[in-house]
């Protein structure tokens, strides 16, 4: 039978004491505070156990475990809020037996559990597993300081302190801890411990598991982390740092400020991180700064609303344009769809005619009277596929394309965006730019058009595209069929007039810093202007002339003091120096041999002389003036022609064997192609076989057949203001022609003669004198 004692009681709460092992206990209840107290005045030992719940506040026997912990209070200390804590030490096991709660403290009577010394084999082996396993809990657990396996090593011989210290520094629950402490049998209390050791070890290494993986994850990041700073740490050091970071810091600003699509963001994010990565004095810096700032300025998300007031558009139209009425009509008739249904895709229009007729100006009205910004880009010369859609980031050097290029300039996503001089295009071993343009234009592909370059789709579905071009016939065919093409045809003097009058004159004398009354020019001179110093299918070399005589007016007002200056007829020299047009490239005389043609050319119409000489020789056709195969195929029919009906013509049947007939155009700077020279090298070659002569006064146009047909020619309308111009007042044409005649303006057809034919006799029959 152990030793009985009488002692007070403390009742702990989620922790096991064991003998040999020591504990700061912190006690704050106040049956608990009374029970120190008064073992402290008597100088006793203290009885210790744990309740069962750890939420019970005022303990009865049956709270707590029957076997606990006999304890010396070493020390005591008063903490601030009343709680004392207190130093002990464990000295040996006991059981309850007697519990008593006087209210003020309880009292137990205890009796010592003797330890249980058997030290068979069975023992021994216990024993050693045990410590054996705690060694792994030990390494596994990292926090046991490595004295500890010197005391376990110590309780070698004692199976009871053995179980005492290794459960002590468990971290089990404090139910396992008091099973250990509750087992009298010395080998089933060392099995429960080594089952216990088995849960803990097993337990721990799971831990070690979890703590592993998260570690390396972690590691990851924070390697990451650590390596930036020392990037970081070292563009300090150099000086370069605060440059990058507050780029990148601006950077993470705008981007703030506009939403981009995820996908923009996300590529936004990943070249931030790699400039913050990169070394600043590596010439990728640049790269990579360049890049993310041309997708950071891209207008992902700005659009003009348009509000759409068709009248308003009207007169913005009216009021910049003189004329042009086919192309503000399709302008406004788009407006009212728009107006009724605003979702609908706006048309590719492209506009065709000679260089200064309004095109491009026209563009820019249409851009203010639906409010949208305007760009351009020039496809003339265009022949790499990379200058539409951009070079590859991976090329030095590399660039966006000029659509991507527009749209930033612009501003906003749905511009007005005119693609200038699309006949001008060509393509070659860089790849095709028409195909790139088709796509571009795409109303089914264009809402993902991805840039080389930017790499990112973006939506080009808003934009309003307006091409232009001087030939249509230039315009590659697939691009030709996507667009509405209007025809912008040459300006009669009476237009070039109105314009002058109506437009030009206010913008030149402004651009000159003249008032409208500071210069005076009446009609007459301004006719002159157009007759005498232009000669031009549009009237941009009239505007620079006009442009000029506000330049010198205002130089005569600031240098002669003069109030206004008045522009006559008489005093135009001083201003634009000596006419430059007076003399008609027109032949004044009839000559044998010598026929005038009429051809269409991308600035407009032009006349075309053509020469023939008979010379003796073997029947040689020989044509020379810079042709085209049309051209000179065109001649030879021409000569067949005429040798078929040589009887008719009263031309010796053997002219073709004992001549060489020379054909040549003299206007080498012309282009020349197409057949409807036809007729001008029939009559220049019969003249010069009969040696009749040619009317002066007449030009003419139209193809030829082996049998003497004429047919149809294009462009009319520009060859017989052409012949105007240069005061040809008679034009054969074909017959099949005579349509085109309603497009002739009014004051050129009434001083004009047109002659519709439909064979070469009656062409002869008109052009050639006896
Ligand atoms: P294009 O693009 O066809 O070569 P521009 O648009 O550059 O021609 O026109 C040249 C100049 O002529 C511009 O100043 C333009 O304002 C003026 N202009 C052309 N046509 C007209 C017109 N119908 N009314 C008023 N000004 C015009």
Same mark, same amino acid.
């Given at each position: ?15 096991? #004491? ?17 029970? #120190? ?44 809020? @009343? ?22 403290? !309880? ?113 990851? /990041?924070?390697?990451? =982390? ?24 601006? =950077? ?7 939403? =981009? ?26 790269? %990579? ?18 509000? /759409? ?46 260089? @200064? ?14 409010? $949208? ?29 000029? !659509? ?48 080389? =370059? %930017? ?11 307006? /091409? ?6 230039? !315009? ?22 109105? &314009? ?29 202007? /157009? ?40 005093? !135009? ?23 005038? @043609? #009429? ?12 020469? *023939? ?22 001649? $030879? ?23 060489? &007939? ?68 008679? *034009? %054969? ?38």
């Amino acid at each position: 039978m152990g030793k009985k004692s009488t002692l007070s009681f403390l009742p702990l709460r989620g922790m096991v #004491l064991f003998p040999n092992n020591g504990a700061h206990i912190d006690i704050g209840r106040d049956k608990s505070v009374a029970a #120190l107290e008064e073992c402290l005045a008597h100088g006793r030992q203290i009885m210790l156990s744990v309740q069962k719940d750890v939420e019970v506040e005022d303990p009865k026997r049956e709270d707590v475990y029957e076997i606990g912990t006999v304890c010396q209070v070493q020390h005591v200390t008063k903490l601030n809020n @009343g709680i004392m804590r207190a130093q002990i030490e464990g000295l040996y096991r006991a059981r309850i037996l007697d519990f008593r709660d006087d209210g003020l403290f !309880i009292e137990v009577d205890v009796e010592e559990i003797e330890e249980d010394k058997t030290d068979t084999k069975e023992i021994q082996a216990l024993i050693r597993a045990c410590i054996s396993k705690f060694e792994d809990w030990v390494k596994l657990s990292h926090k046991i300081p490595p004295e500890v396996m010197i005391a376990v090593n110590v309780a070698m011989d004692d199976g009871g302190i053995l179980c005492n210290v290794v459960t002590n520094h468990l971290n089990c629950k404090y139910q396992d801890k008091q099973e250990i402490l509750g087992i009298v049998d010395l080998k089933s209390r060392l099995e429960a411990l080594y089952k216990l050791l088995l849960q803990e070890v097993e337990i721990m290494e799971l831990e070690n598991k979890i703590v592993f993986d998260v570690n390396k994850q972690m590691n990851k /990041i924070q390697k990451e =982390y650590y390596l930036r700073e020392q990037i970081k740490a070292i563009n300090k050091e150099l000086g370069e740092d605060d440059e990058i970071a507050e780029a990148i810091e601006e =950077y993470r600003q705008k981007m703030k400020e506009h939403t =981009y699509p995820e996908y923009v963001t996300e590529a936004l994010e990943k070249e931030l991180k790699r400039l913050e990565r990169t070394n600043p004095a590596s010439p990728e810096m640049g790269v %990579i700064q360049n890049y993310i700032e041309w997708v950071l300025d891209l207008p992902w998300d700005i659009e003009n609303q348009e509000t /759409i007031d068709v009248k308003e558009a009207q007169k913005t139209l009216d009021k910049h344009h003189y004329g042009l009425t086919k192309v503000k009509e399709r302008i406004i008739e788009y407006l009212s769809i728009k107006a009724l249904s605003p979702d609908i895709k706006a048309p590719i229009v492209c506009l065709v005619g000679p260089p @200064g007729v309004g095109k491009t100006s026209i563009a820019t009205s249409i851009a203010q009277a639906l409010k $949208r910004k305007f760009v351009r880009a020039s496809l003339g010369g265009v022949r790499d596929e990379a200058e539409i859609r951009g070079h590859r980031r991976t090329y030095v050097g590399a660039m966006p394309g000029r !659509i991507i290029e527009g749209i930033k300039n612009a501003g906003s996503k749905d511009p007005l965006f005119l693609l200038d001089e699309v006949d001008k295009m060509a393509s070659d071993y860089r790849g095709d730019p028409v195909s790139a343009l088709l796509e571009v234009l795409d109303p089914e592909q264009n809402s993902t058009f991805s840039d080389h =370059y %930017i790499g990112l789709a973006f939506d080009l579905s808003k934009v309003m595209w307006i /091409i232009t071009a001087n030939d249509l016939g230039n !315009i590659p065919r697939p691009l030709r069929d996507r667009m509405e093409i209007i025809m912008l045809p040459s300006y009669t003097e009476v237009e070039k007039m109105h &314009i002058a009058k109506e437009h030009l004159l206010d913008k030149v004398k402004k651009a000159n810093g003249l008032k409208k009354s500071q210069v005076n020019m009446s009609d007459e001179v301004i006719s002159k202007i /157009i007759e005498d110093y232009t000669r031009e299918a549009g009237v941009r070399e009239l505007e620079r002339q006009l442009s000029k005589a506000c330049r010198k007016a205002a130089y005569k007002i600031v240098t002669e003091k003069k109030k206004s200056v008045r522009i006559t007829k008489k005093n !135009i020299t001083d201003f634009l120096g000596k006419a430059k047009y007076t003399e008609t490239k027109a032949e004044k005389e009839n000559q044998v041999g010598l026929c005038t @043609g #009429l051809a269409w050319t991308e600035v407009g119409g032009v006349i075309l002389p053509v020469e *023939v000489a008979v010379l003796k020789g073997k029947g040689n056709l020989l044509l020379t003036g810079q042709l085209g195969d049309v051209m000179k195929e065109s001649g $030879r029919a021409a000569l067949t022609c005429i040798r078929a009906r040589s009887e008719k013509l009263k031309i010796d049947e053997k002219f073709y064997e004992e001549n060489d &007939i020379h054909v040549h155009f003299p206007e080498g700077a012309v282009p020349k192609d197409g057949p409807s020279a036809g007729i001008t090298m029939t009559t220049a070659i019969v003249s010069a076989l009969t040696g009749k002569k040619v009317r002066a006064d007449v030009a003419m146009t139209g193809e030829i057949t082996l049998r003497g047909k004429v047919l149809p020619i294009g462009g009319l309308k520009e060859k017989s203001l052409a012949a105007y111009r240069e005061g040809i007042y008679t *034009v %054969i044409m074909p017959k099949a022609n005579e349509r085109d005649l309603d497009e002739i303006a009014p004051e050129v057809k009434a001083k004009m003669k047109f002659i519709p034919v439909e064979t070469i006799d009656e062409v002869l029959k008109v052009a050639l004198v006896d």
